[in-house]
């Protein structure tokens, strides 16, 4: 079975707005105080909602089949596996950098973590070691749940992803999770919404026939995405972390994750190579990008760095750009890919495979691969 290349290269889409997201930060901090990067990349931090949104698509797929089958240690080692060896090497990388020069670690927190959490990802009310990381406590949960939801016949699975979906609107409603701290903030969080949403979309694509998936074209519905995305940012949407920006953002990610799977699976869209290139890499790159940026922006203030023009800003960027795809490919292939082979090969010894019931339709069977990417979110 071959990757569904479309979700890679969202996935890429992703993970380059949250680098741009932040390399705004980086540059308001480094520059001597004049900026290049226009504040409507603030929009890229939408690169998080985008993996919740993949990340659901993606769990439906791969589980197609494998409902009441016996196969939830498989899944749960395939997530998890997927998510922490690579994100320790992070975290040793990041701890190292804290007993070295502790001011360059979760400034905005006082430098503040606690280890213990940070390590297992554990529901806290301060960012982790890895600031990034927030978002994989909450894709651990969306993981935990779907394990539940594995139980069940594959029939089921729509009704149950309503009602969990029901439970999130109605607490939100009744009980502000936001408000909450530690474990209650993450179970009841608007972002789990968004990954209901993508696994939704990808229940509807395989209720139907490839030729049906040209109703809905990947143009028209990306057209539809960038004027939704277009008011958010206008309306401030994104600032709010309540129901108002996960039911808009997540309706309209879910909206083009159905679209682009749906065109490639019409046969109707090619992957632009950049995209899947980024998309391929892009947990590595969501996890160390700040790192890479807030190192070329301490040499960047330590040598050139002037207020009063913005020729730095035009020469040191791209190279910001160039250093984070450069350490992720590097790490990725000499880190991040080792790592996932070991695991494969555990995963593939420890948790035997029963044979599936017949899918009609099963384009993805990378189950190593997140969002995120994994926001994956992020």
């Known amino acids: 079975m071959k990757k569904l290349e479309s979700i890679q290269a969202l996935r890429g889409i992703a993970v380059l707005g949250v680098v741009a997201f932040h390399a705004m930060t980086v540059e308001q901090k480094y520059s001597g105080g004049d900026l290049l990067l226009p504040g409507l990349l603030t929009i890229g931090q939408a690169g998080v909602d985008l993996f919740f949104a993949i990340s659901g698509f993606v769990m439906v797929t791969v589980t197609r089949g494998r409902f009441a089958s016996g196969e939830t240690g498989r899944f749960l080692w395939g997530r998890f596996s ?102 209650a903030r993450i179970v009841l969080h608007p972002y789990t919404l968004e990954f209901i949403g993508g696994a939704l979309a990808a229940v509807l694509l395989y209720r139907q026939r490839p030729a049906g998936s040209r109703a809905m074209t990947l143009p028209v519905s990306a057209l539809l995405v960038a004027a939704g995305m277009a008011a958010v940012q206008h309306y401030g949407i994104l600032d709010d972390q ?63 760095a002037t207020a009063d023009s913005l020729l730095d800003n035009a020469l040191v960027l791209p190279c910001m750009l160039l ?55 992020g």
């Open 82 to 183: 997927r998510i922490y060896p690579t994100y320790w090497f992070y975290y040793f990388l990041t701890a190292a950098v804290l007993l070295v020069r502790p001011g360059w670690v979760n400034s905005t927190q006082g430098s503040q973590v606690d280890l213990l959490t940070s390590f297992f990802l554990f529901p806290d009310a301060r960012l982790p070691l890895v600031m990034v990381a927030w978002s994989l406590i909450h894709e651990l949960w969306f993981y935990l749940v779907f394990a539940v939801l594995l139980q069940f016949r594959e029939r089921l699975l729509l009704p149950l992803l309503l009602t969990w979906g029901a439970a999130v609107v109605l607490a939100n409603t009744l009980y502000p999770p936001l408000q909450q701290p530690g474990v």
């Open 242 to 304: 309540g129901l108002l920006r996960a039911v808009t953002v997540g309706t309209l990610f879910s909206l083009l994750v159905y679209a682009a799977a749906a065109a490639e699976r019409a046969r109707l869209v090619r992957t632009p190579k950049t995209l899947l290139f980024f998309g391929n890499i892009s947990y590595t790159v969501y996890l160390s990008h700040i790192l890479v940026l807030a190192a070329v922006g301490r040499i960047w203030r330590g040598t050139f």
């Open 323 to 377: 250093a984070v795809a450069g350490f992720g490919w590097l790490a990725w292939r000499l880190v991040e890919e080792p790592l996932l082979g070991i695991s494969h090969r555990l995963r593939e010894r420890w948790f035997a495979r029963p044979v599936p019931e017949q899918a009609p339709w099963s384009p993805l069977a990378d189950s190593q691969r997140i969002g995120a990417d994994e926001p994956r979110q």
